[in-house]
């Protein structure tokens, strides 16, 4: 599998299921307040925590697939670095320096998202280099 596809696999897609989470499970937005939720008896993990994991996702994959290729130590410390990103997102929530509610298992749930991604797509790596 090329980079492209990996991209869109394991990038693009997670995005716009979470954007798509929003409009469907999601009863007021941020940008349309009046919105109506599609589905309202949707239960609370995929209503609270579905888009969290599916940016946390994305956002491993992305890491990963850029730095696939380079060193293991290299590809770890930016992923470390991405689980962070994703942690301090929900920490500034906390404080307020964010709009948001901070949500412990949110926490959890983007922080493992970055992870598992990362781990799912450097296993990968292996079909990057292979001749087609």
Not at 4 to 18: C, D, N, Y
Not at 35 to 62: E, I, Q, S, T, Y
Not at 124 to 129: G, H, K, L, Q, Y
């Amino acid at each position: 599998m090329n980079r492209g596809k990996l991209a869109a696999k394991h990038v693009a897609l997670p995005l716009a299921l979470g954007a798509l989470s929003y409009l469907v499970w999601r009863s007021a937005l941020p940008m349309w307040p009046s919105h109506v939720a599609l589905w309202k008896g949707a239960p609370a993990v995929l209503r609270d925590h579905f888009a969290d994991g599916a940016w946390g996702w994305a956002l491993g994959g992305f890491v990963s697939i850029v730095w696939l290729g380079e060193r293991a130590s290299r590809r770890a410390v930016w992923i470390g670095l991405a689980a962070l990103v994703a942690a301090g997102v929900e920490c500034l929530q906390y404080t307020h320096v964010l709009r948001g509610a901070f949500d412990p298992v949110d926490l959890v749930v983007q922080v493992g998202a970055v992870v598992v991604a990362a781990t799912i797509v450097g296993g990968n790596e292996r079909w990057i280099s292979a001749p087609v």
